[in-house]
């Protein structure tokens, strides 16, 4: 009777190995989402964050992109979970446009924009005439001529914001002349015109350093720091909180300092 007993136990031993393991790996599953950026600064800060979010149990997959247009629609269509590459007015504008129920969670980081020259260093140097290279994107092109503004360069009409564009100019005492070019194209228009309006990102790649070779640049406090993004209907979900608290995160932010030393700076 003895024997029979232990018999029994030998033999459901394994069973019950295996399924204390089967529990152990179920407990141990990453959760997996896909984020959506663009190529270059944008991708090393996703990288980053990814490593916090691994220790936080969420394993993030990044999918670069080279072109802006490409990420929301990569987000709408559900090839991705979420983005990390825009500002709140140019979300805003895409889902004017386009219809997308985005919602964005959070501050990441600014790409400060800025104004560059391999003619003048100073705004006082700005000569009569000048040919401008501004973004074509509706977007940066507004905060472009926003921060051209701010400084005393041009005045828009009343009310226009983010949304103006050159037919918005109201006052251009230098008689500057204005030329949309591609963002992706403002770095190599400037041998070409007295100066540019860059984005950071796209200056980054262009290899300027938005704090050393920009004469004007916006700080911190700029309304138009990156958002991580995602769809409306999947705001309220978990890993995205997660992934979010992995991007403000203190290594993050120490990564940001370290690596891009004033081109790229913490949103949060």
Not at 64 to 80: M, R, T, W
Request: aromatic content about 8%; charged content about 25%; proline content about 4%.
């Amino acid at each position: 009777m003895k024997r029979r007993i232990l018999l029994a136990a030998i033999a459901a031993s394994p069973a019950i190995a295996l399924f204390g393991c089967s529990k152990n790996d179920s407990s141990s599953a990453q959760k997996t989402i896909k984020l959506g950026t663009l190529s270059g600064p944008h991708a090393e800060v996703a990288e980053e964050a990814k490593k916090v979010a691994a220790k936080k149990g969420l394993n993030v997959q990044i999918i670069e992109f080279s072109d802006y247009g490409q990420v929301n629609e990569a987000l709408a269509a559900k090839d991705i979970d979420c983005n990390a590459f825009q500002h709140v007015p140019f979300l805003e504008k895409a889902k004017s446009s386009k219809g997308y129920q985005f919602t964005a969670l959070g501050k990441t980081v600014l790409f400060p924009l800025g104004v560059y020259s391999q003619k003048i260093h100073t705004k006082t140097e700005i000569a009569d005439g000048m040919l401008v290279s501004v973004p074509a994107d509706p977007a940066n092109l507004g905060r472009g001529l926003q921060l051209l503004e701010r400084n005393g360069i041009i005045k828009l009409k009343d009310g226009v914001g983010i949304h103006a564009t050159t037919h918005d100019i109201a006052e251009n005492p230098k008689h500057l002349v204005f030329r949309e070019v591609d963002s992706a194209y403002l770095g190599r228009s400037l041998p070409d015109v007295g100066f540019a309006v860059i984005n950071g990102s796209w200056a980054v790649k262009s290899k300027l350093s938005p704090e050393k070779d920009a004469f004007i640049l916006e700080g911190a406090d700029s309304d138009f720091a990156n958002v991580l993004v995602t769809r409306t209907e999947d705001k309220d979900k978990p890993e995205f909180k997660t992934l979010l608290a992995s991007f403000q995160s203190p290594e993050v932010k120490q990564f940001v300092k370290d690596k891009f030393k004033g081109s790229v700076v913490a949103a949060f």
